[in-house]
């Protein structure tokens, strides 16, 4: 993904285009070197992509077939996350990153760990192989607990987070 970053950076500025977003999931932990699995999409958080750097993302899949990228590749899929963040999330942001063109950030770490022990808990995977990667502590966890406890308005949703808690903690050696 490191690559196909780095190639839309250098076509965006053959665009005179530029794009800052910020950035979660698989996507965000491959350029940050945490995991090195494969992933078919970069999740922006936030702004919304405009029109114009959505249709360079879609030319730039076809011009660049070699990267195996689907027309969505560049997405606002998770964007209802930030409703559910702690308010202050923006204050934590981190650079992921900065190009010609491109400026991307990150989570910071402890909402990081947040939305991947969420998204673990709703799909299991790759989100539990991401979190071993990761390597939350024992108190990052505890601080998470209660915050992901409450992003499911399901009443079996508090027992299964505490399960999903207990294997990974199992799986961390915490248990």
Not at 17 to 26: D, N, R, S, T
Not at 57 to 78: H, M, Q, T, V
Not at 83 to 96: K, S, V
Not at 132 to 153: C, H, M, N, Q, Y
Request: proline share 5%.
């Amino acid at each position: 993904m490191k690559d196909v970053i780095k190639a839309f950076d250098q076509y965006l500025k053959s665009q005179s285009l530029k794009f800052e977003a910020v950035v979660i999931g698989g996507g965000a932990l491959i350029i940050m070197d945490v995991v090195d699995r494969k992933t078919k999409d970069i999740d922006c958080l936030d702004p919304e992509i405009p029109k114009e750097v959505k249709e360079a993302s879609k030319a730039f899949a076809k011009l660049r077939r070699e990267f195996l990228l689907d027309d969505n590749w560049l997405n606002n899929g998770p964007v209802t996350l930030k409703r559910e963040l702690p308010a202050d999330w923006r204050n934590h942001l981190q650079d992921l990153y900065v190009g010609e063109a491109i400026h991307l950030t990150c989570l910071g770490r402890a909402d990081l760990i947040k939305s991947k022990l969420f998204a673990y808990c709703d799909r299991t995977n790759p989100d539990f192989e991401d979190l071993l990667k990761i390597k939350p502590t024992a108190k990052e966890l505890e601080d998470s607990l209660e915050w992901v406890r409450f992003r499911d308005g399901n009443p079996g949703w508090p027992a299964h987070v505490d399960l999903a808690f207990s294997v990974l903690k199992k799986a961390l050696k915490y248990e």
